[in-house]
């Protein structure tokens, strides 16, 4: 399948700035999930509110473009009423870690079969550039001129402390381990997160001395650690500051049971 | 199994389960809430009989939302709360309107604000179902005074919300859904359902225009659908900075149901063409219904459906009225709309009866207030 | 097979010229039509992928692009001999 059978050509080029890492996001994804050889016409895909979640419009395919936070809550009515179809989210860290956090935690809990792609850019990009949940600490934005005073989230090892079947971290730097990554998201059965660290060279880096995309990408790859090469339990913790580190790869992989099969709706049909 | 035909006596809440069961309710999302929860428990005990999915979730908000999407899967689905938790889901309610998303809510009325009185009766909420989220939309709501209308209305909810695709409310209270009665389970039941893309519409069932209520694209199908609500033309393209496109879209989705509130009005009218009528619905219109039967010289309109206004039949009782009195458990809400219509209609003297607590206004009150007002 | 980039999709960020292993990519001094510099590539033939069919390896620029802008495209016999 070419890329532009699979986006919708017609609405090129899209509405992301230059350099945004959302369009890495698409290529991966798109291998992805021509890898795992699923169909177009059976899955849908659902967005909440920000740049991220634009993704799902420019897919060709269903779409449902929800309000800003609720996108876990929509797909899982969703999923639950036509479990035959595949559900996709696209989120990002605003979407899902804040306005959505209890969604999104109850989601990994209730562990319906949907696989969420979370792009966290670590700001709100599309309202002009706010501290997000993901904001390092002590770095700029426009709602921290003084540098951002909380701690962020990670949002991947609370979605392994609540239960998801799968979450795997990547920066948009690592491109080939993300789409590998996406891939077994998308065979998953269960609730799969894949957490994409991801540029916003307009809104992050430019406050934060990395306006060139290309200087985001390098602060990616030297600050960027392998789980599995982690040494210890402290520099598992993900801490997201330049003087600290971004932890990637996969965080967990198991097969607890998914909501539809323990309520046994697959048998309605 | 949905109940069979025949009499029982049950509570309100246990009606509009029933009611929900023979329109074919698939998916139901709750959270629990006074005075509304036996809905939700009904159906947790019912819906897995039904293949259907009952569903709790973490807060209202996400209850609305999962129904939504359930009614995208191609669900008939509902969800049912009170006072806090409908100002919980306002937001995504605007998103069913924007979106043209059939959802069928719930909202068992307590007194508010705030958390208020979570076991008592009042209408405060009428106003924010019709206003309640942003921007203009319009919405179908019906309040039943009977557990009998609990039944029959939910079905009504079911109906216009598929026909209409818009969000459909049934406002009942804690004094109706508490209520323990009659209710009698016809033979045959009127059900609706969607007018899917692709698929001939049934003549019957659809007495309005395609230009007006599009037809239903079904995920799975192919059909590449866009579902947004974000400002979107015909295709689901977003055109968020068109003001045409946004004006065409908002003007239709306000027509379809004011042009169609001969089909969807519902009312109840008592000794029409009296000197002195009442206008109530709800638990409210009980004792207005009490004198005005009783009371040849007292007429009562009793509004069933409250949303899109009943013009016409308000216009109708009061063209002979010389006095019109309103009921209502709130501060004057529907008051406002109702004494706006009935001026125009030449009725010069409309006043309120309004009655805040928990409690319906009794006959001797309704009395009390029509000795007043000079009628009786 | 060599990378090409269309002009009218590419925004000029100058991600493929950071990312690419082998430099094949130089950053731009025209203008597009988009109003970008987009862009140029400068060095085909040091690309992984020249002349090579069937499954190609790195990809990095392609997956990269944020704006889908660049793809495969077989090379002509004059530049396969470079």
């Known amino acids: 399948m070419d890329i532009f059978e699979f986006y919708r050509k017609d609405r090129w080029p899209h509405v992301f700035c230059p350099g945004c890492g959302n369009g890495t996001v698409m290529n991966c994804f798109f291998r992805a999930f021509n890898e795992a050889g699923l169909s177009l016409d059976n899955t849908v895909f659902v967005g909440g509110i920000g740049c991220s979640s634009r993704v799902p419009l420019y897919i060709n395919s269903d779409a449902l473009h929800t309000t800003h936070g609720r996108a876990i809550a929509f797909a899982t009515g969703l999923k639950l009423a036509k479990p035959g179809l595949k559900v996709v989210v696209f989120t990002g860290d605003g979407d899902l870690g804040a306005i959505g956090g209890n969604h999104f935690i109850n989601g990994c809990r209730r562990n319906v079969d949907m696989t969420v792609i979370c792009i966290n850019n670590n700001i709100y990009g599309m309202t002009g550039g706010q501290a997000s949940i993901t904001t390092p600490h002590d770095f700029q934005s426009t709602t921290t001129p003084y540098g951002n005073k909380e701690y962020p989230f990670d949002l991947a090892e609370i979605a392994v402390a609540a239960g998801a079947n799968y979450v795997a971290r990547w920066t948009t730097r690592q491109v080939h381990e993300l789409t590998k990554s996406m891939k077994s998201a998308l065979q998953k059965r269960g609730f799969a997160l894949v957490e994409v660290v991801s540029q916003c060279p307009t809104n992050f880096g430019r406050r934060n001395k990395m306006a060139d995309p290309s200087q985001m990408l390098e602060w990616f790859k030297s600050n960027t650690v392998r789980r599995d090469k982690a040494k210890s339990a402290e520099l598992d913790h993900v801490d997201l500051n330049l003087a600290g580190q971004i932890t990637v790869g996969e965080f967990v992989d198991r097969n607890r049971e998914c909501y539809e099969e323990l309520i046994g709706v697959e048998k309605h049909g | ?376 | 097979m060599k990378p090409v980039i269309n002009p009218k999709l590419c925004k000029g960020c100058n991600i493929c010229v950071y990312i690419c292993p082998k430099k094949c990519y130089t950053k731009g001094t025209d203008i597009s039509e988009m109003g970008y510099f987009n862009a140029v590539v400068s060095f085909p033939e040091k690309c992984y992928n020249h002349n090579r069919e069937g499954k190609l390896i790195c990809e990095l620029c392609v997956l990269s692009c944020p704006d889908q802008a660049i793809s495969w495209h077989p090379e002509t016999e004059e530049e396969k001999k470079k």
């Not at chain 2, 359930?70 to 309610?93: C, D, N, R, V, Y």
């Not at chain 2, 043209?100 to 979570?118: A, D, F, I, K, W």
């Not at chain 2, 209502?328 to 706006?340: A, P, T, V």
Request: with cysteine; net charge neutral; aromatic share 6%.
């Open chain 2, 1 to 376: 199994m949905t109940i069979p035909p025949g009499e029982y006596f049950v509570q309100g809440n246990d009606a509009c389960v029933e009611g929900a069961l023979a329109s074919g309710v698939k998916f139901f999302a709750g959270y629990p809430i006074t005075p509304s929860t036996e809905i939700a428990e009904g159906l947790a005990q019912r819906l897995k009989g039904q293949n259907g999915v009952f569903l709790q979730m973490e807060d209202e908000i996400a209850c609305i939302s999962a129904v939504i999407g359930a009614s995208w899967g191609g669900a008939k689905a509902m969800t049912a709360t009170s006072g806090p938790g409908f100002s919980l889901m306002q937001e995504a309610i605007g998103y069913a309107a924007m979106s043209e998303t059939p959802v069928v809510l719930v909202n068992v009325m307590r007194g508010g604000p705030s958390t208020g009185q979570p076991t008592k009766a009042s209408q405060g909420d009428v106003m924010q179902t019709k206003w309640g989220s942003h921007g203009d939309y319009q919405v179908i709501a019906f309040a039943p005074a009977t557990v009998q209308e609990m039944f029959d209305l939910t079905v009504e909810c079911f109906n216009y919300s598929e026909k209409y695709r818009v969000p459909a409310f049934l406002l009942s209270d804690a004094e109706v859904g508490h209520m323990r009665g009659l209710l009698r389970v016809p033979e045959k039941l009127n059900v609706i359902d969607r007018k899917e893309m692709g698929i001939r519409r049934t003549d019957e069932a659809y007495d309005v225009p395609d230009d007006l209520v599009k037809p239903f694209p079904v995920f799975g199908k192919g059909h590449k659908a866009i579902i947004t609500g974000m400002t979107h033309t015909e295709t689901g393209r977003i055109e968020p900075e068109d003001s045409k496109v946004h004006s065409d879209l908002v003007r239709r989705l306000n027509e379809k149901v004011l042009r169609n509130r001969k089909d969807i009005n519902k009312w109840e009218m008592i000794g029409e063409g009296s000197k002195t009528m009442i206008i109530s619905y709800g638990s409210s219109a009980l004792g207005a219904k009490e004198v005005a039967t009783k009371d040849p010289n007292v007429g009562l309109l009793r509004l069933k459906s409250i949303w899109p206004l009943p013009e016409e039949p308000i216009a109708q009782a009061a063209r002979g009225a010389q006095r019109i009195l309103v009921c209502e458990m709130n501060l004057g809400q529907l008051f406002f709309s109702i004494k706006r219509v009935a001026q125009d209609a030449g009725c010069k003297q409309v006043e309120l009866l309004s009655k805040l607590g928990g409690e319906p206004p009794t006959p001797s009150e309704v009395r009390h207030k029509l000795r007043s007002m000079g009628a009786v």
